[in-house]
Every structure is written in C-alpha cells, then in structure tokens.
T-cell receptor
Framework: EAQVTQNPRYLITVTGKKLTVTCSQNMNHEYMSWYRQDPGLGLRQIYYSMNVEVTDKGDVPEGYKVSRKEKRNFPLILESPSPNQTSLYFC?????????????FGPGTRLTVL | GENVEQHPSTLSVQEGDSAVIKCTYSDSASNYFPWYKQELGKGPQLIIDIRSNVGEKKDQRIAVTLNKTAKHFSLHITETQPEDSAVYFCAASIRGEYGNKLVFGAGTILRVKS
C-alpha cells in the first residue's frame, strides 16, 4: 500500500530533551516536506526537500533540523524542544515539486513539550 | 510573502444543502490551487485542484472556481452529506528557492447536520 508513515504518533517530552520524528514514504517520491498545524493558523511549512541531500527552509524553520540522506526518509529533529513547539506535525511527499503536485500526507505526530 | 486567507472559519449546513468556502491569495504568480480535506485524526487528503489556465473544475459533487483577476478561488460542495464533515484547507503555490511550494489557508470546519 502506497503510504507515508510517521513515528511516533504521540509524544510527550520535556524542554531541552532532543527528539527525532521519523517519516518514510514508499512511493519513490522526490519531494518531501514537514508541516506543523496549529489552531487558526492552518498548515505551515517547516522544511522541505526536493531530493536527496537537497533541503530548504520553509516558513517556520526556527528550532528544527532535517536531513535527507535517503530518498524514502526525511526525519525531523528538534535539538532542544521548547513549549512553543507543541503542535501537530505532518510529513508529506509528492512526485515532483510539492507546490505543483498532489501531496500525500502522513497520519500526523502530536507533540507536547512540557 | 504569499498570504492565503480562507473564509469562513466554521460552516454548518443542513444535509442536502450546498456549502461554499472562499479563499483569496496575494501572489499574482501563483498558478496551482489545491483543496485538501482533513478528517478527524487523519492527515489532509487532496480532493480537487485547479491550475491557472482553467476557470472551473468539477468532480461529482465538488467543484472549484478560480478568478485570477480578483485573486480568489472557491470550493463548492453540493448535496452535502454527513461524511463531508471535516476540516477543509485551500492552498496556493509560490515560487521558492528550489522550486514551488504551497501556502495554506487557516482551514474551515464544515459540519453537516443530518
């Protein structure tokens, strides 16, 4: 089944404790992206990747890191999480440019930073 | 930067009635406008999209219209059903450093009352 998977689905952590949210897709898509969803703000892009080793900042990249060493994986790293990073996070992938093609979203990761 | 405004933020309709959600965008270079539906506990899923060379597109009970001059586009759902209840997001493409990306509206919560 073609899909985007994220792990973990739920995470409660404390300020400053490094964490990684994994994202994997099995559709051989070049483009992958991370979004955060907050009430009243919609989906805001954190980082995106056009292909392996090609990443760029989105609209809200502060406090986050990403890497794209393999085509299928695009982990999101929070080196020192803070309470303002409490949010619902989505990974997405698309064949070709994400801004011009259908994006396939993962099920989401709900993160709470205490 | 690009701004996408979406209205209304919540919409309640009676089953069988029509629902209309409207979005405006600021970047005249935007040329791709998708609509995503997010059901409870799931990631957003594309339901319909339109490109700038088309003024209207229809798929069964849903349709999207685009007015490039006025920089606004709308989602129309006819004969609404309870399963149409969800959060709907509009989006517009913008040109980034490494290609096009999407800017999303804040979302509309649609409730269909049976």
């Amino acid at each position: 089944e073609a899909q985007v998977t994220q792990n973990p689905r739920y995470l409660i952590t404390v300020t400053g404790k490094k964490l990684t949210v994994t994202c994997s897709q099995n559709m051989n898509h070049e483009y992958m992206s991370w979004y955060r969803q907050d009430p009243g703000l919609g989906l805001r892009q954190i980082y995106y990747s056009m292909n392996v080793e090609v990443t760029d900042k989105g609209d809200v990249p502060e406090g986050y890191k990403v890497s794209r060493k393999e085509k299928r994986n695009f982990p999101l790293i929070l080196e020192s999480p803070s309470p303002n990073q409490t949010s619902l996070y989505f990974c997405a992938s698309s064949l070709g440019e994400g801004g011009l093609n259908e994006q396939f979203f993962g099920p989401g990761t709900r993160l709470t930073v205490l | 930067g690009e701004n996408v405004e979406q209205h209304p933020s919540t919409l309640s309709v009676q089953e069988g009635d029509s629902a209309v959600i409207k979005c405006t965008y600021s970047d005249s270079a935007s040329n791709y406008f998708p609509w995503y539906k997010q059901e409870l506990g799931k990631g957003p899923q594309l339901i319909i999209d339109i490109r700038s060379n088309v003024g209207e597109k229809k798929d069964q009970r849903i349709a999207v219209t685009l007015n490039k001059t006025a920089k606004h586009f709308s989602l129309h759902i006819t004969e609404t059903q309870p399963e149409d209840s969800a959060v709907y997001f509009c989006a517009a493409s913008i040109r980034g450093e490494y290609g096009n990306k999407l800017v999303f509206g804040a979302g509309t919560i649609l409730r269909v009352k049976s």
